[in-house]
C-alpha cells in the first residue's frame, strides 16, 4: 500500500470502516482491537492510524454501523492500548539494552541509556500519559520506557490511566460529536484536523529544540 492509498484510508476512515464492517461482521471488532494494539505495541507501525481512528469508532458506534455499546467498544479498546504499550515496554527491557548496550552503537551508548533512564525516572509517568495523545511519540514512549528501565508498576499505572483517557477521550469525542449534520457533511476534513492537532506538540517541541541547539551554538 502506497502513501497516497494510505492517506486516503486515514481520511476517509468512516467509508472504509463502514465497507469493513459490512464485510467482516464481528471480526470487524478484531480488526480493530489489532490495529490499536499493533499502532500503540510495535515500534514498526507507528503509521498506524490512532486518534482519528478513535474519534471514528466512536462516530460509528453512534449511527449504529458498529452495533455495539460504547462502553464495550471503549473497553475493547482500552484493553489492546493497554496491552500494546506492555508489549512495547517489554520489548524495550529485554530487547534495547542487548541491541543498544554497545559503545560504538550507532543509535545508542551507555551514556544514552544513563540519560533517559534519568529522564524517565524524572518525567516518565507526564511521558507515558502524554504521549498518548501525540502520533509517533505514543508509539516509541513505552519502548524507550523499557529501555531506560523505568519501575515497570509505576509504567503499569500511568500506561492504564493514559490508555484509559486516550480511549474514552476520543471515542466520546466522536460518539458525541461525530453524527452532527456539520461534521458528517465535512468528516475528512474533521479528521485532518484531528491529525494535525495532534502532531503540534511534536512540530513544537521539534522547533523549541531546535532553538536551543541555535542558542547554544551562537553562545
Avoid at 499502532?39 to 469508532?57: I, K
Avoid at 511521558?127 to 508509539?139: L, M, N
Avoid at 458525541?176 to 475528512?188: Q, S
Amino acid at each position: 500500500m502506497d502513501l497516497s492509498k494510505i492517506l486516503d484510508v486515514v481520511l476517509h476512515l468512516d467509508a472504509y470502516l463502514e465497507q469493513w464492517a459490512a464485510d467482516l461482521g464481528p471480526w470487524t471488532y478484531v480488526l480493530l482491537f489489532a490495529v490499536v494494539f499493533c499502532e500503540t505495541g510495535l515500534v514498526v507501525t507507528p503509521f498506524l492510524p490512532g486518534d482519528s481512528l478513535l474519534f471514528t469508532v466512536g462516530a460509528l458506534v453512534a449511527s449504529g454501523v458498529l452495533p455495539i455499546g460504547v462502553l464495550q467498544m471503549s473497553l475493547l479498546l482500552v484493553v489492546a492500548a493497554v496491552v500494546g504499550d506492555a508489549l512495547n515496554y517489554s520489548i524495550g527491557k529485554f530487547v534495547g539494552p542487548k541491541v543498544f548496550s554497545r559503545e560504538s552503537s550507532r543509535l545508542f551508548n551507555k551514556e544514552h541509556l544513563v540519560r533517559t533512564h534519568r529522564f524517565f525516572e524524572k518525567y516518565g509517568g507526564k511521558t507515558i500519559i502524554f504521549a498518548r495523545f501525540i502520533p509517533i511519540v505514543r508509539t516509541f514512549a513505552p519502548f524507550v520506557a523499557g529501555i531506560g528501565r523505568m519501575s515497570y508498576w509505576r509504567f503499569a499505572l500511568y500506561n492504564v490511566t493514559g490508555g484509559i483517557a486516550w480511549v474514552v477521550l476520543l471515542v466520546g469525542a466522536g460518539h458525541i460529536f461525530g453524527n452532527l449534520p456539520a461534521v458528517k457533511t465535512n468528516f475528512h476534513f474533521v479528521i485532518l484536523g484531528i491529525i494535525v492537532v495532534s502532531v503540534l506538540p511534536a512540530v513544537f517541541e521539534w522547533w523549541r529544540a531546535r532553538a536551543e541547539a541555535k542558542r547554544a551554538a551562537a553562545s
